[in-house]
């Protein structure tokens, strides 16, 4: 059974912190995506990376850095939260060769007070 | 330009009404999916599609690449059918890159 964990459904950090998203897939899947969901507004790239240590931007950059240091972990990383990065944060993978079926992990919910 | 448009936004039934939900999107693809969220935020691939017609239970989705549209039918709809109904696209030019639409709000009465 495939799976993408993300490793909190819910969180709630500070102002200014450093916050640490993680996603792992266990399907051996090249490509791995964050993404953030906003009422009105839908599901949002932020970043995607196609191999490991491999990274693109995507639709909604700003404020985010991302790390993928093994093939099955691909990280987001808020380097300083700001009250305007609440949301859903969504993390899907895909098998880059054998066609464009993408799989989601659960969501995180983040909340920055 | 790459879009995707859903219609409509909110649906509402009573159960066991049949329900459609339609995407449209702007330019060649080379896949569309067919996403389900629940309260709580999960979300669950219920069809990929090239062409043609899929079918799992009650769910139904078709695809008609000349016109650029799908369409998602819940038969004979349930309360547990109430989730958010999210089409998303692969745009030729853009790779393994995913556009999503908007997505349909369904609440099915009992």
């Known amino acids: 059974d495939v799976k993408v964990t993300q490793s909190s459904r819910y969180l709630v950090k500070r102002t200014g912190e450093k916050v640490f998203l993680e996603c792992v897939q266990d399907?051996?899947?090249?490509?791995m995506f964050w993404y953030r969901q906003d009422p009105g507004l839908g599901l949002r790239l932020i970043y995607f990376s196609y191999d490991v240590k491999m990274k693109e931007k995507g639709d909604i950059p700003e404020g985010y850095s991302v790390s993928r240091e093994k093939k099955e972990r691909f990280s987001l990383i808020l380097e300083s939260a700001s009250t305007n990065q609440t949301s859903m944060y969504l993390c899907a993978s895909s098998l880059g060769t054998a066609g464009p079926e993408a799989f989601f992990g659960q969501g995180t919910r983040l909340t920055v007070v | 330009k790459n879009e995707v448009e859903q219609s409509p936004q909110n649906l509402t039934a009573q159960e066991g009404e049949f329900i459609t939900i339609n995407c449209s999107y702007s330019?060649?693809?080379?896949?569309l999916h067919w996403l389900q969220q629940h309260p709580g935020g999960g979300i669950v691939s219920l069809f990929m599609?090239?062409?043609g017609k899929k079918k799992h239970g009650r769910l139904i989705a078709t695809i008609n690449i000349q016109e650029k549209h799908s369409s998602l039918h819940i038969t004979a709809s349930h309360p547990r059918d109430s989730a958010v109904y999210i089409c998303a696209v692969h745009f030729k030019a853009a790779g393994n890159k995913l556009t999503f639409g908007g997505g349909t709000r369904v609440l099915v009465k009992p």
């Open positions: 399907m051996d899947h090249e490509n």
């Open positions: 330019v060649g693809i080379s896949a």
């Open positions: 599609l090239s062409s």
